[in-house]
C-alpha cells in the first residue's frame, strides 16, 4: 500500500512537473511573439535614416576662396577649406569669425563625420525658433556624441535640416528620436570619421 502511495505521489509529481515545463514554453512562445511583433512595429514606425545626396569632389581649398555652389542646401558634401569648424551651437553673430564663406568650414567638419543641425529661424515665429534653438541646444548638452553642430542656415524649406556626409534628414520640429537615430547612423560614414 505504501508502494502505491509512493507511486501516486512520484506520478503527481511528474505531472505538476510537466504542467510547469508546458506552461514555461507556452509563456515563453508569447514572450517570443510579443517580442517580434513589437520589433515589426518598431521597425515599420522607425523612420528613414535619412536621405542619401550624391556626393560631390572633396576638395580642399584655400581659405577665403569661395566654395562656390554645393549640389544641396544644406550641403552634404564638396569643396571645403582645410580646417574644421569646431563642435558647437552657432548663432548668426558667431559667424563673423568665420566669413565670408562659414559653409566651407562646416563641410569640412562633415567630412570628419560630424553631424549638422542646420536651423532656419526664417520659418519660425520668435517664440518658436527660441523653442527649437532650445530643444537643440539641450540634446547637443546632453548627447555623448562629441561631433555634433548647430549652425543658422537660411534658405532651407524646413526649419530643421541634420546632415553628415552624404545624407540628410529635413524635419518640421526637433524629434530626438529621429535625430538619434540619424546620427547613430550615418555619423561614421564620413570619409575621415576618426579626425578630430
Known sequence: MSV????RNEMKERKRSKEQRTKLFWTLGWIALVALVGYMVWISLRPAEGTA???EVAEHIEEGTDPGEYSSNPPTSGQHYGRPLPA???EESDLEAWAPYPLGYAVHSLEHGYIVFWYNCDLLSSSECDTLKTKIGD??????????IAYPLSGNEFPLVLTSWGYMLELQDFNAREASI?????RLK??????P
Open 53 to 55: 545626396v550624391p556626393l
Open 4 to 7: 502505491s502511495r509512493e507511486r
Open 182 to 186: 540619424f546620427i547613430d547612423v550615418n
Open 88 to 90: 558647437g551651437f552657432y
Open 139 to 148: 540634446y547637443m548638452n546632453r548627447s555623448l556624441v562629441p561631433k555634433l
Open 190 to 195: 564620413a570619409p575621415e570619421p576618426n579626425a
